[in-house]
């Protein structure tokens, strides 16, 4: 049976869909750093080496998008879970069945984003994290809120107990007056971060198959294994972004003095610690448990309040600039989140994987801001003249298709 016709524009919230768009151009800023070079050169400035501009190039992207276009991203994916079980229902179709056809479906697409491509997948750990998320979904969306948000602070706050307490070890460490087992521990870390950078730069240098070959030898589980480690930041997202979508935030229900203040107190609030955290690590000269911790428990609280005040800002924005063609295009890149998405994998590892151009980490960490320009470029590009002729993106289209398949209308 073929599947039942594409959404219909009442299906989709515009104002959604740019904020999508922001947060998936935002990811890139991010991820570029892991597309360039090894997985740890994502949480240090130091790693694998230090070299001139590395250090502000790593800081605007600290302060701007790390953690923050996650967090959006795990938002929206909550809301646009709500959206499609409202569609499914309208269809008369049972909602939970189809979302978790659609989830398992997603976690196909992510373990082969990961096998194939790239190690920073997120799609498989959405898939896994939507699935607990789905059996709450019928819950109060101030329910769905209190939920999340405990979740979320609890977590991240027993975690950064015993992460000051390594931070302290290591200071102690750096400063001469540790402990000889402080001292072997930091020594230990220190050889699995060398261990880890050889690794990945093994990968990143290989032909595409030994590549492919490489992960399903060394890390077959690897996606198991990132759901396991983000779950706490995933799963209670995923929770408040189905509030919020509950609740109307992107519908529109919202009152504009209630966005402007949550965009004011979001970004100043968690702009404010972001930017006293940079200016500890950047004092102390970037130190390894320090760096992650920072983007971990430490920065957990920051992240996630800039992240609602980019979301509210970026809806009050939407009215004023809705007939604008960047902020179509945009809105386009956003309709086409999951296509731009793999397709940025796709073309930074034609960049800088060993198949392709190779460019990766040879190149100074500084020239990358001319790479995420280059993929923003592409990324608004095409959706619009796509959409108008298909509707839906191609991997959009594919996931769809293969949800709805074998289901009759």
Known sequence: ?????????????????????????????????????????SFSPMIPRAEPGGAAWFTLAFVLFEGKMRALFTLLFGASM????????????????????????LGVFGYAHYLLLWWGDILFPYA???????????????????????????????????????????????AGHASPAEVAEQAGMMQRIAASVADDVRILNAGFVEAVRLR?????????????????ETFPLMLLGMALQASGFFAGEWSDRALRLLAMAG??????????LLGWL??????????????????????????LGYAAGLLLLWPRVADRALARRIVAAGRCAFTNYI?????????????????????????????????WLAMVAWPRWWLVRFRQGPLEALWRWLTWLGVSR
């Open 1 to 41: 049976m073929r599947a039942p016709e594409h959404p219909s524009p009442a299906d989709r919230i515009e104002a959604l869909d740019f904020v999508r768009g922001v947060a998936v151009l935002g990811i890139l800023a991010i991820n570029i750093t892991g597309f360039w070079g090894p997985t740890l050169s």
């Open 82 to 105: 709500m959206l499609f079980c409202a569609s499914v229902e309208r269809r008369g179709r049972q909602p939970e069945l189809m979302q978790a056809r659609r989830l398992l479906w």
């Open 128 to 174: 896994l994290c939507g699935l607990l998320a789905l059996a709450l979904r019928r819950l109060a969306p101030v329910t769905l809120a209190a939920l999340g948000l405990s979740i979320f602070v609890l977590s991240h706050g027993a975690a950064m107990v015993g992460d000051l307490y390594g931070l302290a070890a290591e200071q102690r460490v750096l």
């Open 216 to 232: 399903w030898t060394t890390a077959p589980f690897l996606p198991f294994e990132t759901t396991l480690s983000t779950l706490t």
């Open 267 to 276: 970004i100043g609030i968690g702009g404010a610690l972001t930017l006293a």
């Open 282 to 307: 950047a004092a102390h000269g970037w130190p390894p448990r320090a760096m992650f911790a920072a983007l971990g428990s430490l920065g957990a609280l920051p992240h996630l309040l800039m992240a």
């Open 343 to 375: 397709g940025t994998t796709a073309l930074m590892g034609a960049f800088f994987s060993g198949w392709g151009l190779g460019l990766g980490p040879e190149i100074p960490r500084a020239w990358l801001p001319l790479f995420v320009v280059t993929g």
